[in-house]
């Protein structure tokens, strides 16, 4: 499984890095998401559901 | 529908035996009515939104807007509404402008930096128990820790000096009153703002890392006037304080009060629990007592039930947060709770910036309190305690606390 961001529609409320760390980070910048890996293994999926289902502005998906 | 002068107003009462929990008709409602008409201190006329998957829906529906200048949008209060006009507000701005407002702000409150503020958040709190185990006879909690901690880390973080604690405990008491009047709130955000543009002036040409450096940079780039980067200065200033206080203050009421779980956190080695502890209390307790306030700009259908377009919305996420479709058991207080999804910091664009760090304030400062004074009591009775019910954010007034070998 793939994970895909919209980085165009990030609030940088951190929910994601709070969730799954070894799969979001966020630029020093100005706190936009941005990705360690797009290929998400067995150990990270059940992180990344939940900083799907946490992200404020929706902007992380996983695609097959 | 009943007629109109039936309408329920809101904010609703609370059960004053059971201070913790939101409006008992509110939380009735929730079970059978999604959308509740209701009346509010300007007299006009709302509808509450009383579930947390429709709260959440709408918080991220581009029909639904936080446009405080829109004819319908429901203030808090006379003072709020003096405050949201005076000018825009990152708590009040629609997109395309509030990402870009927001992001300018954001460095300061990445994971990365919230971690790396931790060692100082840890000392900060050590020296106010310090104090409090330097006074004698009972020591009020919410003066000497609860307050202190959120407002001096919010200075430190905009770059104030802690010698204006007095000053600013003084006029963000006043701007996060639901019941003072126009006049009060301009005459605080007043001095307030000269204030800030005073010690953004002062910081032409630094190069400081500090929120105000950073906002004076933008300010001689011709991004923001003098008054927009002191605005921004105060929103994170009034932001940071008052929500995270009166949340370590009653999150320490609701740990007294569940000693199993106390005992469990004290003792654990499982540091993790802590965090855990945090998120269940920013669930249980949702000191934003006044819901979320939206505008709809469109007619938005709900499941069953329609919003019509220039309808004020109070999402009322204090039921939310206690929605038994959502929460197991959404009443009982449980650190152990897996649930995760709590809206206390609100959901959409606009959810809390500073949320990571009020999180990290408040484990830092319960972890800290109770290992250090783990036979901390209240010296009064709960019934004797003075609660917020004028604030748009719940808390106490005082909570006078001890100890066992307390100096006397």
């Known amino acids: ?64 | 529908m009943s007629s109109n002068d039936e309408l329920p107003f809101h904010p609703m009462p609370r059960d004053e035996r059971c201070p913790y929990d939101p409006p008992p008709e509110l939380l009735r409602r929730q079970a059978t009515e999604p959308l509740v008409p209701a009346r509010i201190w300007d007299g006009n006329d709302v509808l509450l939104v009383t579930g947390y998957a429709d709260q959440r829906a709408l918080l991220t529906n581009p029909g639904v807007s936080a446009d405080a200048t829109h004819p319908a949008f429901p203030h808090f209060g006379p003072g709020f509404k003096a405050r949201r006009l005076r000018a825009p507000s990152l708590l009040t701005m629609d997109n395309p402008d509030h990402d870009i407002n927001r992001r300018y702000l954001a460095s300061h409150f990445t994971m990365k930096s919230v971690h790396a503020s931790r060692p100082r958040i840890q000392e900060i709190v050590d020296e106010l128990i310090d104090g409090m185990l330097e006074a004698r006879g009972p020591v009020d909690l919410v003066g000497q820790l609860a307050f202190p901690l959120p407002v001096r880390v919010t200075c430190e973080l905009l770059g104030i000096s802690y010698d204006r604690y007095d000053f600013i405990q003084k006029h963000t008491q006043v701007t996060g009153s639901a019941t003072v009047t126009a006049e009060e709130v301009n005459a605080s955000l007043d001095a307030m703002l000269d204030f800030l543009m005073e010690a953004i002036e002062a910081r032409i040409g630094s190069e400081g890392e500090d929120v105000l450096c950073h906002l004076t940079r933008l300010h001689e780039a011709g991004t923001y006037s003098l008054k927009e980067a002191a605005d921004y200065a105060l929103q994170l200033l009034i932001a940071g304080a008052e929500t995270t206080a009166n949340m370590a203050a009653l999150g320490v009421m609701v740990l007294l009060e569940h000693p199993d779980q106390l005992e469990a956190l004290r003792s654990g080695d499982d540091p993790s629990l802590w965090g855990n502890a945090v998120e269940e209390l920013l669930r249980y307790l949702n000191v934003n007592q006044l819901g979320i306030r939206r505008v709809s700009t469109e007619e938005i259908v709900l499941g069953h039930h329609s919003i019509p377009a220039n309808c004020g919305l109070i999402l009322t996420h204090d039921v939310g947060n206690r929605d038994p479709r959502v929460f197991e058991e959404a009443d009982r207080f449980d650190i152990y709770r897996q649930q995760r999804g709590q809206i206390a910091f609100g959901f959409g664009i606009h959810q809390c910036l500073g949320q990571g760090l009020a999180r990290l304030e408040l484990t830092v400062l319960f972890e800290s309190l109770f290992r250090r004074i783990p036979t901390l009591r209240m010296v009064v009775p709960r019934e004797d305690i003075n609660f917020k019910d004028d604030m748009a954010i719940y808390g106490v007034r005082e909570l006078p606390v001890t100890w066992e070998g307390q100096q006397s």
């Open chain 1, 1 to 64: 499984v793939k994970v895909e961001v919209d980085q165009d529609g990030c609030v940088a409320a951190g929910q994601c890095v709070m969730s799954a760390p070894s799969v979001f980070d966020q630029r020093d910048e100005d706190g936009v998401v941005v990705l360690l890996k797009d290929e998400v293994d067995r150990g990270d999926e059940n992180s990344v559901r939940f900083a799907i289902e946490l992200c404020p502005a929706r902007v992380i998906r996983l695609v097959k």
